[in-house]
């Protein structure tokens, strides 16, 4: 079965914390990404990785950075967190047989005061 | 412009009926692949059903079924014998051309809920 998990369910940090949002798969899949969901925007794309140390921007890579030294966890990091990166935080993963499908873990949901 | 358009912000269906949710899509690839989720309240993407542009069948997943019109751009959900766990946020998906996946799009989602 088809597994991705995230380090925390809900966070509260405040202004100006460094934050680590960690998500491991157990696919062996080679595509890694971050989203974050806000209510009337979707789903957007912050980051994605196609292979361990390589990462491309999405559409909203501004404060964020990510890191992938193994296949299986990507992470997420907040250099100093802002209000406005409350939010619902997505990472999902894809490849093997089926590169197209993203498969999602259950979501970080990420408060900052 | 919108990529993926669900133009039911909400939708109401009674337990054990069916279902069908909208979404039209604008793309000038060829090939491409759309998918539908399913966000529960919990907040997890479930994965639900795969239609990619070259299938020429219907795809179908237990109670799921895509009802693909390549020519309208139209790729709707159908949900048959609703139960009330089916209450949730679906959203729509599109994978452009060939990719490692970054070119993947949502569309706003649609808001079920089953009535008893």
């Known amino acids: 079965d088809v597994k991705v998990t995230q380090s925390s369910r809900y966070l509260v940090k405040r202004t100006g914390e460094k934050v680590f949002l960690e998500c491991v798969q157990d696919?062996?899949?080679?595509?890694m990404f971050w989203y974050r969901q806000d209510p009337g925007l979707g789903l957007r794309l912050i980051y994605f990785?196609?292979?361990?140390?390589?990462?491309e921007k999405g559409d909203i890579p501004e404060g964020y950075s990510v890191s992938r030294e193994k296949k299986e966890r990507f992470s997420l990091i907040l250099e100093s967190a802002s209000t406005n990166q409350t939010s619902m935080y997505l990472c999902?993963?894809?490849?093997?047989?089926?590169?197209?499908?993203?498969?999602f873990g259950p979501g970080t949901r990420l408060t900052v005061l | 412009a919108q990529k993926i358009t669900q133009t039911q912000p909400g939708m109401f269906v009674q337990e054990k009926e069916a279902v069908t949710l909208d979404c039209t899509y604008d793309?000038?690839?060829?090939?491409?692949?759309l998918f539908w989720y399913k966000q529960p309240s919990s907040g997890e993407m479930i994965f639900l059903i795969y239609?990619?542009?070259?299938?020429?069948q219907n795809a179908t997943e237990g109670r799921y079924s895509l009802n693909f019109q390549k020519a309208r751009k139209s790729a709707n959900l159908v949900i048959s014998a609703s139960q009330l766990g089916d209450s949730a946020m679906y959203f729509c998906?599109?994978?452009?051309?060939?990719?490692?996946?970054?070119?993947?799009?949502f569309g706003p989602g649609t808001r079920l809920s089953v009535l008893p």
């Open positions: 999902a993963s894809s490849g093997g047989s089926n590169t197209d499908t993203q498969y």
């Open positions: 696919m062996d899949h080679e595509n």
């Open positions: 990785s196609y292979d361990v140390k390589m990462k």
């Open positions: 793309t000038s690839d060829q090939s491409y692949g």
């Open positions: 239609q990619g542009s070259y299938d020429e």
């Open positions: 998906a599109m994978r452009e051309g060939r990719s490692y996946g970054q070119n993947f799009v």
